[in-house]
């Protein structure tokens, strides 16, 4: 559960701590006072995306750090090699440049990495939630959530992509005959001139250090004859081998009279042998040095040849090579066409026919989850001050889809006798907020993440049925921690912990504390609810009566 925020430099906040407890968590305060910074600080520590506007103007960095404490051993901790805790750090800072620093318990993460921990700990749901259920797409999902029958999914899905992956297949290898012939006229070009240039691997580089060799083969012999003169000699002149050896052979004298004098003459010995191999190999390395510009003349002409080919099959031999065996495994299946669309015909007859079994198997247990969910929606609207309500979830069928072959969307009729209708065309936006909460309660059942923050989910929502959302937000504290931002006095009176977000002013700028409050705060805040800026003894009484209700 979450324990502890801090908060630095985000918008008006300019440092925060909130000490969240177990069960109801309530935040209120004036519209604009800052309780949806609060939100987005607590997004940012999930990992949802961050952007530099919410970094207070004249710092460099804004800084979230969340503590949650009673943490399962999730497996997302072995995944990303962090060592598990049961109390768990997350601090996440967002700089000017737009990098960000996620850390978990110190170490560092990605954000996607934090993301995918974030949805482990913390659902919010906002009012965009109640929006998602005028979109009939997102309805199947809603469903497929509280179903959870990832198997059925995913034998769905591996058919599916079977299906796809022959289509894409069939496609290719469809075209009319005018362009057959085409592609396999220049496919045979392509291929012939390749075969008829009978390329090596690695002849380009062997041919271009050849003729770098031949272009400097004058420099090369002139060069090695001063090689040659210098350590043989000539007439004359004596070169380095022959005065090393005179001097091998007086320091071997003169070693005889003084012992000293071994290890100098062993050096020079190893220097006059190491010049003699020198002279050997410069002796070899001209008499090998042969060249013509006939070769040269030859090389160039190859070199030529290979360079037309690589400007249109590759940079190198390699390249050529390999794009020669491809053309000659596409012409093989343009030639075979025929007979290999036969093939995938019957293979996509039989991969249909298996997607539709699993698509229909799919749809008989999305229909079994069906009844369950409407049965136990109808019961939190029941709850909820709905109780002449009626929903259904109504299906039909689609071509396969990546999800199967299914459209499902949510109908209802808010009023006794009044015919089922889409919720976009019936339900009001207070009838839509409790919807949603109620399908979150249901689907919150199945989750097994400890923290929900319902933000202003009361929006459209008064009178009894606000107080029947207020105790449905208290039944669902009683099983997990729940962090409500909301503007009804029904629901703050039933909190366990309640907080006031209040923006003041201070030397020129905004400044924006939250602060826990005791039973008389409680008292003056639910009385601005009541009755806004002017707080009479009256609101003063109400409120002190609404607390004392739900002692």
Excluded at 28 to 35: F, L, S, V
Excluded at 178 to 192: N, P, T, V
Excluded at 237 to 245: F, P, Q, V
Excluded at 421 to 433: M, Q
Aim: aromatic letters at 6%; a negative charge.
């Amino acid at each position: 559960m979450l324990r502890l925020l801090h908060i630095e430099n985000i918008a008006v906040i300019e440092q925060a701590d909130i000490l969240f407890e177990n069960g109801f968590n309530v935040l209120t305060g004036e519209t604009g006072a800052g309780k949806s910074i609060v939100i987005d600080a607590i997004s940012a520590i999930l990992g949802e995306r961050a952007y530099r506007d919410m970094i207070r103007t004249g710092r460099n960095k804004a800084s979230v750090r969340a503590i949650f404490d009673q943490i399962p051993n999730l497996p997302w901790f072995a995944e990303n090699g962090i060592p598990y805790e049961e109390e768990l750090t997350v601090r996440r800072e967002v700089y000017l440049d737009g990098k960000n620093d996620c850390r978990v318990n110190g170490v560092p993460v990605t954000v996607g990495a934090l993301k995918k921990l974030g949805s482990r700990l913390i659902n919010i749901h906002g009012q965009h939630d109640s929006a998602a259920l005028f979109d009939e797409a997102s309805h199947l999902s809603f469903l497929d959530s509280f179903a959870c029958d990832e198997a059925l999914l995913e034998q769905y899905g591996a058919c599916y992509q079977t299906v796809q992956s022959l289509r894409r297949e069939i496609e290719h290898l469809s075209m009319d005959e005018g362009e057959k012939l085409r592609r396999m006229e220049s496919l045979k070009f392509q291929i012939d001139e390749i075969i008829r240039a009978a390329l090596t691997a690695g002849e380009d580089e062997t041919l271009e250090a050849r003729r770098k060799l031949l272009q400097n083969a004058e420099k090369l012999s002139d060069g090695l004859h001063d090689a040659a003169l210098g350590l043989n000699g000539d007439d004359e002149t004596e070169g380095a081998a022959a005065l090393l050896a005179e001097a091998e052979r007086a320091l071997a004298k003169l070693s005889r009279y003084d012992d000293s004098l071994a290890q100098l003459h062993a050096t020079v010995s190893d220097l006059m042998y190491q010049v003699q191999d020198a002279a050997e190999q410069v002796s070899d390395k001209i008499y090998s040095l042969s060249y013509s510009a006939d070769e040269l003349e030859r090389i160039e002409e190859r070199l030529d040849t290979i360079h037309r080919l690589r400007r249109k099959y590759g940079a190198t031999c390699e390249d050529i090579l390999a794009y020669c065996e491809k053309a000659q495994r596409e012409l093989e299946e343009i030639e075979f066409a025929d007979d290999r669309m036969e093939q995938l015909k019957r293979q996509l007859k039989t991969a249909e026919q298996a997607a539709w079994e699993a698509a229909n198997t799919l749809r008989a247990a999305r229909k079994t989850a069906a009844e369950a969910l409407t049965g136990r929606i109808l019961k939190e609207l029941s709850d909820l001050d709905m109780k002449k309500v009626q929903f259904s979830c109504v299906f039909s069928e689609t071509e396969l889809t990546p999800l199967g072959a299914d459209a499902v969307a949510f109908y209802m009729s808010a009023n006794l006798g009044e015919a089922l209708k889409p919720l976009s065309k019936v339900a009001s936006g207070g009838e839509l907020a409790r919807i949603m909460l109620a399908l979150k309660n249901v689907l919150a059942e199945r989750d097994k993440v400890p923290t929900l923050i319902f933000d202003e989910v009361d929006t459209g929502v008064s009178g009894r049925a606000a107080q029947r959302v207020a105790e449905k937000l208290r039944a669902v504290s009683k099983n997990k921690q729940v962090l409500c931002v909301t503007h009804l006095p029904q629901i703050a009176a039933l909190a366990d912990t309640h907080f006031l977000i209040e923006k003041n002013e201070c030397d020129g700028r905004t400044f924006t504390a939250v602060t826990p409050l005791d039973f008389e705060g409680r008292k003056r805040e639910l009385a601005r609810i009541i009755g806004g800026s002017s707080i009479t003894e009256t609101t003063l009484q109400s409120a002190a009566e609404m607390l004392a209700a739900t002692t």
